[in-house]
């Protein structure tokens, strides 16, 4: 292999147990096509922070919720802004990245999101719901979930909670970029069975939608998953902005649709590394 060839150290959990998604799969299958462009090294990601000196970039992929090892994570971040570590995703992400402040500030400035509150006396500002969903601001993979009656939330501790109405919706549906080029988009045509995902094809006002939360976020560079519920009356919400290791489920699209999201992911990460 040629000497200069750009050096990726690939974060990934090959077995997290992640409900209905192979963690493993999809980043052995991805890794093996960024070989053809790149040298690259599989690690887990309590090991990064350790490895990262030495190559050019860090591919941060499904390496699990962050907050089974939050502390490690936050060592992580803070040695590669010291060192100067390229990340990807860049660690300036607005979404989960940063935690679900996004939702609150995305409520606030009238998106089209699920609407979100953390103080008790903004409950008010919620619209009227049989139950409301409340979860850590630091959450994933609904850890930490719980439904409640309205009366109930009065008597919550507040501080890293927060509250959204219950949303009655058709279906769930996810928006996959690269960078800010639209690749493809599934659904779960089951709310009972949100893993069980099928293509979907949007419509122009669906992508428009969620190109509003891609420009918002403002990361030149990157994997982003819009996820959305559609409602009722045929509005879309935003349900996650995933901004830090998006699981993909390439699985479950066609091959030449795999093909071209990892040949623009391998764009991606050169325009990145020259960046």
């Not at 974060?11 to 997290?16: A, E, G, H, K, S």
């Not at 803070?78 to 100067?84: H, T």
């Not at 409301?132 to 309205?150: H, Q, W």
Request: hydrophobic share 40%; glycine share 6%.
């Amino acid at each position: 292999m040629p000497a200069d060839r750009p050096r990726l150290l690939y974060v990934t959990d090959l077995t997290y147990p992640a409900k209905g998604r192979r963690y493993g799969d999809e980043d052995v299958h991805l890794a093996a096509r960024l070989r053809a462009d790149f040298d690259l090294a599989l690690c887990h990601p309590l090991d990064a922070a350790a490895l990262m000196p030495g190559f050019d970039a860090v591919v941060v992929r499904n390496s699990g919720p962050v907050l089974g090892y939050q502390k490690e994570y936050e060592a992580f971040r803070e040695r590669a802004l010291a060192l100067g570590t390229r990340v990807y995703n860049p660690l300036h992400g607005r979404g989960d990245m940063a935690g679900k402040q996004y939702l609150l500030d995305l409520t606030a400035a009238g998106y089209p999101v699920i609407p979100t509150v953390d103080r008790p006396e903004d409950l008010h500002r919620l619209p009227a719901a049989p139950q409301y969903a409340v979860k850590p601001e630091a959450g994933a993979d609904s850890i930490g979930l719980r439904f409640m009656a309205y009366e109930e939330l009065a008597g919550l501790t507040y501080g890293g909670l927060l509250v959204q109405p219950r949303i009655d919706f058709r279906y769930e549906v996810s928006f996959y970029f690269v960078d800010d080029l639209f690749q493809y988009a599934l659904y779960a045509p089951d709310p009972e069975r949100r893993w069980v995902l099928e293509p979907y094809e949007p419509t122009p006002d669906d992508l428009v939608f969620a190109r509003r939360f891609i420009d918002w976020n403002t990361l030149d560079h990157g994997i982003q998953r819009v996820d959305a519920c559609r409602t009722p009356e045929g509005g879309l919400l935003l349900v996650e902005l995933e901004d830090l290791n998006p699981y993909l489920s390439l699985d479950r699209v066609a091959e030449p649709v795999r093909e071209r999201f990892a040949d623009t992911l391998a764009r991606s990460l050169h325009a990145f590394l020259a960046a």
